[in-house]
């Protein structure tokens, strides 16, 4: 069975300052793991993803993520942080191979303050 | 342009009034999937499907029904909604179970 734990519904930050969404995983098998981005009445946008190989991968809008299988994390960072970043972020998890069954984290709503 | 279309993007109707959202996918990818999204819960996976005539149950599959006739759509079908079903529903299509999911507009459905 998997799942996804987002800490914090609510992030606020201010402009210029660093972001750090945190999100952990539990998977029996190894994962494929997203982060994905809405904006107010739209859909969900990919930020990024871990699939294999590095485990500091880059997404867009110079978001990052770092999957540590030891901790069982995949937080999203992000150095500095701007107005246009304030949105929904969410986690997600998919088992390697075989399934399409998708867990999502319940969300983390990020507030930037000017 | 590559897209999920979903219709309606908008609903109100009455508890048992069987509807059906459709959504289709100009990407011509494998994958399908229908989920809700409801305060405080994120997204829960309703159902999807891996193939032509292959789906399978998500997390709260209970009160919908799914189809896939052809690779391109993937119906939504609450054949007797409650109002426990009033939510922003969500198709999204990728090219394979380690790709990103390509999300429509979403469905916002009142069930009164």
């Known amino acids: 069975a998997q799942s996804v734990t987002q800490l914090g519904s609510h992030v606020s930050v201010s402009e210029g300052a660093l972001v750090l969404l945190r999100c952990n995983y539990s998977s029996s098998v190894p994962p494929y793991l997203f982060w994905y981005v809405q904006y107010p009445n739209q859909g969900l946008q990919l930020l990024l993803k871990y699939t294999t190989g590095a485990t500091l991968v880059k997404g867009i809008n110079g978001f990052e993520a770092e999957f540590k299988k030891s901790e069982t994390s995949f937080h999203l960072t992000k150095p500095s942080a701007h107005m246009s970043d304030a949105a929904e972020y969410f986690c997600?998890?998919?088992?390697?191979?075989?399934?399409?069954?998708?867990?999502f984290g319940t969300g983390t709503r990020l507030k930037v303050l000017a | 342009e590559a897209q999920v279309t979903q219709n309606p993007r908008y609903l109100i109707t009455v508890t048992g009034k069987k509807l059906t959202v459709t959504c289709s996918q100009n990407?011509?990818?494998?994958?399908m999937s229908w989920y809700r999204q409801d305060p405080g819960l994120g997204l829960r996976q309703i159902y999807y499907?891996?193939?032509?005539?292959?789906?399978d149950k998500g997390d709260v599959p209970e009160g919908y029904k799914v189809s896939r006739k052809e690779k391109r759509n993937f119906p939504l079908i609450l054949e007797s909604p409650s109002p426990n079903q009033t939510s922003l529903y969500f198709c999204?299509?990728?090219?394979?179970?380690?790709?990103?999911?390509?999300f429509g507009d979403g469905t916002r459905l009142s069930i009164l």
């Open positions: 990407m011509n990818h494998e994958y």
């Open positions: 997600a998890v998919t088992a390697t191979s075989g399934t399409y069954k998708y867990i």
């Open positions: 999204a299509s990728s090219l394979a179970d380690n790709q990103p999911q390509h």
């Open positions: 499907s891996m193939n032509v005539e292959v789906t």
